[in-house]
């Protein structure tokens, strides 16, 4: 118990005075997340768009394989590209494997079906209640698009920010094809899961409470952008 | 940009328009011919197919069997000069002045003329005081009157109305029935349904009288509610047409 105890002012102290190791996981971990996010997003919100607004040959399949990848397991997504990445695999030549560009690569593979089929949530309902009105005034498909992106911005943002959630809380994937490797690829819960291993508990705590941080703020944001929502979303 | 005075689209004739939904015929052997002038009014009891025949002659369902024909088009996008407003308004979330300009770009009216028509209409309305007010928060009647607006803005040829003024106060009623009369001034053909027989005489120059998917009777306003000619639409003027009646009222 005292051990327990001593781990944790520990813990509060390496957070208070931004040890040096520490933030340098912290600021990879969030490098890594943050690029991943923004890649998915770019690639996830169209298709998810696209999936509730235009019905195309093979639109059905498209789905439900998407839904398939929400489901995947981290591992086996560090798996596939680890595969792809390895020297004998077909992106081999690039030398990618065990840098951050692998584990983003990892990370926007893990959460653009995510990202994708909420989005596509929120513009279905978007659309089925807009479809008629704006057939009315004349929209083309495209405008259509613009204006569902744009009047389900809020609800798009919690669709990020859980893709976010899931990428920075992730650990299977990024140790594959990252190796956890010191001052390269180590992000937070790599050394989580390492330093627990070592008996270095009061990193391991400090991590973890950054982590429990960074859930309540995205957590937060995703309240607010509800509320925001609730009361009509202002131009 | 529509010209305010591009010829007419209309008449618009319906031919043996039909609608099937499954094993239901829901539309039947539709045939009438709407001219460029006046308000025609269309009554009949819930499920008649008031709202499905507003949405094929707005080009937002299409016919299982039969044709629609614009006869002013003449090789013109028919789409371009209508307008129409439902019976539950639909507001993008965005200001209300928003709202309208969102209407307006989407008919390609540069914006230079836009703040004009957008005001004009919201004056009209009598929604200036909200210009700035995310369209959602107004209540359900202002949102009528602003989906009224946005139809207004686009000067259309023609407006189709579902049931606008259900679940509306006296007040805003007479404002929206205001706006409708002063678009008719302006030459826009009014096609419109309600279950307000009082607002049918008011405003119907013509009545069309639906019953399970057919017109039973159409003819001048004056003429039907001095006494329709079909027994279901007297039945049905006089608040009598029941469902559990419909046997003994249909003609042999
Ligand atoms: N998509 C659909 N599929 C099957 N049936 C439908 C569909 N849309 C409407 N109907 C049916 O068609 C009939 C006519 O519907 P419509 O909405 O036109 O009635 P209405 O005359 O506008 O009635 P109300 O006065 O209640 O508005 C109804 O019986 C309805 O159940
Ligand atoms: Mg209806």
Redesign the pocket.
Known sequence: MTDFGAAISTAFALVAHLDRDLSEVVLLSLKVSISAVLIASVIGLPIGAALALFRFPGRTIFIVVLNAFMGLPPVVIGLIVYLLLSRAGPFGVFGLLFTPTAMIIAQVLLITPLIAALARQVMETLWLEYEEQLRSLGTTPLRALGALLWDGRFSLMTAVLAGFGRAIAEVGAVMIVGGNIDHVTRVMTTSIALEVSKGNLALALGLGIILVVLSVLVNGMVYFLRGNQRQGGTL | MIQADAPTILPLELKDVSLQ?GQ?R?IKDVSCTLDAKDVTIII?P???????LLRLCHGLLTPSAGAIHWHGANGRDPSLYQAMVF?RPVMLRRSVRANIDFALSLRKVPRRLRHNLIEEALHRAGLNRFAKTPARVLSFGEQQRLALARSWALRPQILFLD?PTASIDPAATHVIEEVIMAMRKEGTKIVM?T?DLGQARRLADEVIFLHRGRILEKSGAAEFFAGPKNDLAQAFLRGELLWWHRRELTPP
């Open positions: 939904a239901h829901l009949g819930n499920g008649a197919g008031k709202s499905l019976q049931e349904c279950h």
